[in-house]
């Protein structure tokens, strides 16, 4: 059983896999960062990071915290009377690394101010920044040794309120880490690629290393790295959530069929206009846009319903069985009552 972690309103391993996002602009622009997480959170984000690097941000995020119903983690490097402003701002949740803080005696001071306010803190290995001594070791096994070392720092300053990460921008490794991790210790683990790339790139490396850990049952809260607008990341995330049949929100998914010679009606045309409908769509209903009767009507038997491409008519089908055939032009508008009347 992992660990539950509390951060603000939301529970980390608690079984519910969260969906994370972090800002890119400057934290100390309160109202451009406060507009930004307004549009994370319209997407699904469940907790936003923020980057606190200096005293003004940290002060910033009271205002922050204050305009914003997600939890607010900051994120700091190094400088632990960073991570006291941030707390006393009302941050959820601070992101260091305590074997960065240097002298002992700081890890224990933050460990008890954080302690008393119920903050827990992530550990956030990053496969690029290892320290030295770990350099010898194959990559994996060097990030789960570099954050252990950082639990047993917090352990020993009497600190487990504890979320651990172990990012790469290396996709086998970065697997391979939260498995050794998670074989080791029971502490909820955040997972992503770090350093993905841009959009299709980074999508793809994200999808790979995030949805492989979750079809494994490991990863309790998840963080798709795009070097792009951070709601595409939100939007990946709860898709690579719903791929890997872990999102615990009501949703209308599309599948279409891949086209071929078949074909009969503009699938990807349809398919577009269908998810379009979809989007905003809270029930749990499976649609499919298939490209002709011959075979669409039974490959997409599991299903509610869907329809399936002819010449001049179309098949509409619900469960595998033909309920009635009609105009191609008029593929959309039954469909959308279809999804409309669904229950
Ligand atoms: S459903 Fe029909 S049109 Fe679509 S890929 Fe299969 S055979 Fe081709």
Known sequence: MTKIVKVG??????????????????????DATVAQIAKLQEAGCDIVRVSVPDKESALACRQIVEQTSIPVVADIHFDYRLAIASADSGVSKIRINPGNIGDISKVKYLASYLKERNIPIRIGVNGGSLDAKYRDMPLAKAMCESALEHVRILEECNFDDIVISAKSSNVAAMIQAYRLIRSECDYPLHIGVTEAGTYTKGLIKSSIGIGSLLCDGIGDTIRVSLTDDPVKEVEAGIEILKACDKYSKPYAEVIACPTCARTNINVQEIASKVEELCKNVRKNVKIAVMGCVVNGIGESKGCDFGVAGGVGKSALFAKGELIESVDNDQILPRLAKMIEEFE
Do not use: A, F, L, R
């Open 9 to 30: 309103n939301v529970e980390i391993g608690g079984g519910q896999i969260s969906v994370q996002s972090m800002t890119n602009t400057k934290t100390k622009d309160v």
